[in-house]
């Protein structure tokens, strides 16, 4: 035998995590809902419905909300790549090309 089985033979292991105690369960938790710290106003609204109406995320969530001016690009600007000059677009992949990128470069010794 090896020293390292028999050290592991005598020490028993020990975790390097060691628990406080066993999990105790609140008997009282206060599920009420309460307006979060950070919120701009005190108090919360009356109704999910009401909250939709004012609430926007990416855009207006309820349709009365007031409409919103549309965006343009300054001169200069673009905001698709297909809108510059044609030196700036994608280079086209060939079938032959898309099929060495998939295969890992395989492909082009087969």
Do not use: C
């Not at 938790?29 to 710290?37: A, G, L, R």
């Not at 855009?59 to 790549?81: M, V, W």
């Not at 030196?87 to 087969?110: D, L, P, Q, T, V």
Request: aromatic share 8%; glycine share 4%; net charge positive.
């Amino acid at each position: 035998m090896n020293a390292s089985s028999i050290a592991r033979a005598v020490h028993a292991r020990t975790p390097s995590i060691s628990f406080l105690g066993k999990r105790v369960i609140p008997k009282n938790i206060d599920h009420t809902p309460k307006v979060h710290p950070q919120s701009p106003s005190s108090e919360l609204p009356k109704s999910f419905a009401e909250y939709r109406i004012s609430a926007t995320q990416h855009g207006p969530l309820a349709p009365k909300a007031a409409p919103r001016a549309s965006i343009q690009p300054s001169a200069g600007e673009y905001f698709d790549r297909n809108q510059l000059p044609e030196r700036f677009w994608r280079m086209k992949i060939s079938a032959r090309e898309m099929e060495i990128i998939e295969s890992g470069g395989a492909a082009a010794w087969a």
